[in-house]
């Protein structure tokens, strides 16, 4: 089993920057891939950014490429989420899941496709 954290949320004004953690633990050596989602208030939990845990590849929402980057760090067990020229519209809470299961076809923008999620870490872009 895999266990994952997100911290790094908080309050920023527009055009700020945050960087976004999201923590593994557990059997690590068991993912596979690891996406970034986010959840606005009575919106659907929508696709940001993933990253294969080896770092190979990445993919991004359109609405946040050159944006955001993802990045990951195999000796800490963390995926980053560096995020500049935020927007009010990137406000929401931000969840992070993992994926174990190796499949060949990226289903990265589907929240069926990962197998464990965090609790989330609130983003509020102030304007």
């Known amino acids: 089993e895999v266990q994952v954290v997100e911290s790094g949320g908080g309050l920023v004004q527009v055009g700020g920057s945050l960087r976004l953690s999201c923590a593994a633990s557990g059997f690590t050596s068991t993912i596979f891939t690891v996406g970034w989602f986010r959840q606005a208030p009575g919106k659907e939990r929508e696709f940001v950014s993933a990253?294969?845990?080896?770092?190979?590849?990445?993919y991004y929402d359109d609405s946040v490429k050159g944006r955001l980057t993802i990045s990951s760090d195999n000796d800490k067990n963390t995926v980053y989420l560096q995020m500049n020229n935020l927007k009010p519209k990137d406000t929401a809470v931000y969840y992070c899941?993992?994926?174990?299961?190796?499949?060949?076809?990226?289903?990265?923008?589907?929240?069926?496709?990962?197998?464990?999620w965090g609790q989330g870490t609130q983003v509020t872009v102030s304007s």
């Open positions: 990253i294969k845990w080896n770092g190979d590849d990445t």
């Open positions: 899941g993992a994926r174990t299961r190796r499949t060949t076809v990226m289903y990265v923008q589907s929240t069926m496709w990962y197998d464990y």
